[in-house]
């Protein structure tokens, strides 16, 4: 927002309705006019007016009208970051991204993947794998590349996200013993455990225990599968489980400081027999 025009540059700042003043004019090289690139709107304002060339376009009568509506004060210039409805003197990042990303209906399954107690890392793979974006051996083959279609985990079917995820006799196992400590139902089908994690009735300390065993095991079972093509590096199934609950034990404990009572019943729940 201009106010003396001693830091607004004429041509390349947002100073006027029309924008880019160069573009506007449709100039290619502003000596045309007699101004200089980086003139300001101090120089051209003067003896209480505008001092400009002639108009000779439409387009340059249309500025110098806007002009006449235009006095410059005393008071220093200073930059404005507008949005539709609201301007403000700062740039915020957050609301930059909101304004220019493509606004989609929400999905049901939103707030089961990016939930606020969850692990980053966690929910970013559940919210790939949700998807269907993870390179999954099913999907290597439909884009022509050479692999043998078998899942690394148990070798007996093909490898699809739905069989990862858990119809594979090993990946469900891992995730049974997470389920069960949360108190969950589990499920081999992949599109079932959505549907009953979306609408599941229960508490809040084990619904949020259902959401991170879930995700920690879609992210160990990936790991795993990672290792065995990339490391050669195998586990059994327990030791994954293990290390999963661990992981997921430790997320709890950093509830303490925060909220010591919502820790303490996720714990209850998770360290029980």
């Avoid at 390349?12 to 502003?30: A, Y």
């Avoid at 969850?118 to 439909?142: E, M, Q, Y």
Wanted: charged share 15%; hydrophobic share 35%.
């Amino acid at each position: 927002m201009f106010q003396d025009g001693a830091s607004t540059r004429f041509w390349s700042d947002n100073w006027s309705p029309f924008g880019n003043m160069r573009d506007f004019l449709n100039i290619t090289t502003p000596s045309v006019l007699g101004i200089c690139q980086n003139a300001t709107l101090a120089d051209l304002y003067y003896d209480g007016g505008w001092h400009l060339p002639p108009p000779r376009s439409d387009t340059q009568l249309a500025l110098h009208t806007f002009l006449t509506t235009l006095n410059l004060s005393q008071a220093q210039d200073c930059f404005e970051w507008t949005q539709p409805g609201r301007s403000s003197l700062t740039f915020k990042t957050g609301q930059t991204y909101d304004l220019i990303k493509i606004h989609s209906l929400p999905v049901s399954w939103s707030k089961i993947v990016w939930f606020a107690r969850g692990i980053p890392k966690h929910s970013f793979l559940t919210w790939l794998v949700t998807l269907n974006r993870c390179p999954t051996r099913d999907r290597i083959i439909s884009w022509g590349l050479s692999t043998t279609p078998h899942c690394l985990l148990c070798n007996a079917a093909d490898e699809t996200r739905d069989h990862i995820f858990f119809e594979c006799p090993f990946s469900f196992a891992v995730w049974d013993s997470l389920a069960r400590k949360a108190n969950c139902l589990p499920s081999l089908s992949w599109s079932q455990t959505l549907n009953y994690l979306e609408h599941r009735t229960c508490s809040k300390p084990e619904r949020c225990l259902g959401l991170l065993a879930w995700q920690a095991s879609i992210y160990f079972i990936w790991t795993e599968r990672n290792n065995r093509l990339h490391r050669q590096h195998f586990r059994s199934s327990t030791s994954i489980a293990a290390s999963a609950y661990s992981l997921v034990k430790n997320k709890i404990s950093s509830f303490r400081d925060q909220n010591p009572v919502f820790c303490s019943s996720l714990l209850q729940i998770w360290i029980a027999p």
